[in-house]
């Protein structure tokens, strides 16, 4: 199995010159679920980097006491109390984004699982992995990602780290049904779709801080979101810039926060956009 | 109808030095109301715009779970309850701005066109657009200003987008009692006064995200309660300035976030204000 | 009467070099009381500018909805609820400062006047100052700082805005006792002590904002608290600090925001500070 | 007694390069437990310090007002509320960091220490110390650190502050079982081990500010959470790297604030960081 080594070239290919016509609709309406009140941070992370991605729109279904913090940082985003009905919320968004700092709240994820569409994307992120493999569920038909690190993916795969080669990781995956693309966080992070393996070869230990994972969830959210041509290539080009900016950072840092990938990503993305139209 | 392009001439027209003795009572007082539990974001983007564009004094009514976050970004700005009775706000303001994250709040709305004077300046965003369109609210006699985007003029004028012409548009601003400035966003902004209509041909995609109109109203409040000498000039300032600043930060930005905007507001007006006094 | 003009080589004289063995219990223990739930913002600036003076500790007695809010912007101060027993925080305070956005809270002002020792320096600023004069409140015995605008002024020594000349004004002081060193904030502020005036030559239009007094309060309790060979030095350093930020900073902007003001003190206190030691 | 005087060597010695295939547990699980409704900037200093260090994850159990502000300054932490059951957290830990604006929370102290195992990092910090000494607590069983100043160590060692000579201070440290390493925070801060004593002799008054002490608490954790080649190592790092940076923010600034100084951190680590693999 061979394994396609990510370049800055997925970057050009991906960040498409935006018409001068088009608002913000059409960049994305994007749902995050998550963060109890212990994990606040992890949704503020999230929709840090869903934002900063360029997102149209982005709402923050989570516990009330983290609405002053996210807003602290970021009006550009809504809010709503993950306990309500989020169906009207879920039937708007272009993409959803469910799991980081979820905890234990399995209802809200088996609602959110039950309401979701074929045509919508659904990333299922740190804790609501762990909920799916603890209780078993289905997964919903919809153009499912995964972002599991090594231990939630031994759970969901019950493959064990030491095992997870390629080819095992393949056949794992081809047991979900939608066949989800995995990225599967490691020391060269790999992207798993039903028939290629792709392979980050950038980033560093400088990223091994709580929140890493939560700013990559939100930029995958953020770029599945507006650039359609392909959504695995838009997951790639995500999982990419996330560690190109981290590279850039630790150039001078070294350890590289979450918060300050998200604050770069504009200009990163301006760096390899297109310059002509699409 | 010839449609006037805008230019930095407009800025530097309007931009004038302020005289020595001046005090904040001078710069305008203004009140703006909105920002339901879930909208909080957008009363301070609203503030956040206003105090950046020079505002003497202002004050910001809103649900009681917004005061944190929005004293976290602005001390400047005061804050009260919106559900509280605001006949004392209304009454001391030279500019209100009501509408951005106001959602259903329809009693606070008409509750506040009752009280409005003639002589005060009225901006209707959002929100407010909507319920005017929905209830079919009488505007009250004052300085009005409306700033929809396409679909919410749809609902006020009952003109399809697609029919949104410069003469269609007139035409349905002179069924409004007393005639408002209209600023119809859209990708090249249209500004409407009884009888002229100017069009913006600066701005670009970059501002494509949730939160942007937020900040235009916010500059609007800003200009109109500070540069007396004309309402539609201070008006069109504010829309030119708003892209302008746009513009500059997407030479290295893929995407511009609105709060980025607003941190600029100060710079740009510096480098257009007239430098003799007036 | 002569009235000196104040220049920078106030700053020469009062930014003393710091002494190697020195603790923060050497710079200043700083009460602010005030900020209701609406004016939240007024002691959150106080707060800023005080820490960013070089005050050694500082604890801001206000309504609890603002301690979210003021640790947001600045973990270096303290809170304690302002409805409760302040006795405790008055005892150990050098500099007590009252009044910004304090409202209509008689009862924490007169119980904090009841408080106070003749050799606390006690600053009266905003609500403070209308309170005293709405109720005829006696002045206690303490080394007394009033920082009122004009307004505040006419309603404290009943001198009509227009009558207040240096003559006037010195004799209205002359009728308090103990006499408190007067700051009268207007263009080219002017600083009263019993027996000298001195004027403010710098400053301009660009600080006609909503909180700019608040930060002024809070630089004079920062200085007051911290360079003790003379409180009307310090009180004079203070007034020229803040106007000279800002001069600086409207180098580039149109406007000048308080907290921008507070972020730049460390630098100016840098550059006049003298080089050997005292 | 020899004072062996610190250098940026002790930087160099400790700062190693990161293997390529650690992750986030490598670095750290710290613990910081205090900051009550009063005291909650201490923790966000804690925090903030610690995160900056490199710390892998950071949870933070503090009094549930303080939520807000915390998650305002750093998303990257995780909260919980120090007053329900903490053995769960404290069983995952690797450091514990107790006391910063603890207050009088005797028994969320004494449940602490009794939880704690021989293998853990026990910092015990401003309030935590306070306690101990009134209430004659005995140590646990663990690798401990004492971070006094002079007040602080002369309740717990019952020396007078005149007398704390360093012979006598490396005998009442020796009445403690196990022996803590003591950094004893003064001008010139000396850190003592069970036979060897450090000093410093970089920094200054501009450091002189409240929350100065929790910064260095949470670099002490940050630190000893990762280089695990020695405790005292660890411990003798943070203390440099925290005045070596004020002294290096001094250079413009009259005053350093803590905050500032965490800020900081990643970068000077980089700068000192051993280029090659350990």
Do not use: C
């Not at 609709?25 to 992890?42: C, H, K, S, V």
Request: a negative charge; zero cysteines.
């Amino acid at each position: 199995m061979t394994m396609h080594k990510l370049t800055q070239e997925i970057l050009k290919q991906t960040i498409t010159k935006r018409a001068n016509t088009t608002h913000k609709g059409d960049y994305g309406r994007i749902l995050i679920i998550g963060g109890t009140e212990q994990y606040g941070g992890a949704i503020i992370m999230n929709a840090l980097a869903a934002v900063n991605s360029g997102a149209g729109l982005v709402t923050v279904a989570t516990h009330p006491s983290n609405f002053s913090a996210l807003h602290s940082h970021l009006p550009e985003a809504m809010v709503t109390d993950y306990t309500q009905d989020l169906a009207p919320f879920i039937t708007k968004a272009d993409v959803i984004l469910i799991g980081s700092g979820l905890g234990e709240q399995l209802s809200i994820l088996t609602a959110t699982l039950s309401k979701v569409k074929p045509e919508q994307i659904l990333i299922l992120d740190g804790s609501a992995l762990t909920l799916l493999a603890e209780h078993q569920l289905d997964l919903p038909n919809a153009r499912l990602i995964l972002t599991p690190h090594q231990m939630e993916w031994q759970r969901l795969s019950q493959t064990e780290i030491a095992e997870q080669t390629p080819a095992k990781n393949l056949a794992a995956l081809a047991t979900f049904t939608p066949t989800p693309i995995l990225v599967l966080k490691k020391f060269q992070t790999e992207i798993y779709t039903a028939d290629q393996i792709f392979q980050l070869t950038i980033g560093g230990p400088y990223q091994a801080t709580g929140g890493m994972g939560d700013t990559l969830a939100g930029m995958i959210a953020g770029f599945t979101g507006q650039f359609h041509a392909s959504l695995e290539q838009a997951v790639l080009a995500a999982v990419y810039a996330h560690s190109a900016i981290a590279d850039d950072l630790a150039r001078e840092r070294y350890v590289v926060l979450p918060t300050q990938i998200s604050a770069e990503i504009p200009k990163l993305m301006h760096q390899y956009a297109q310059k002509t139209g699409s």
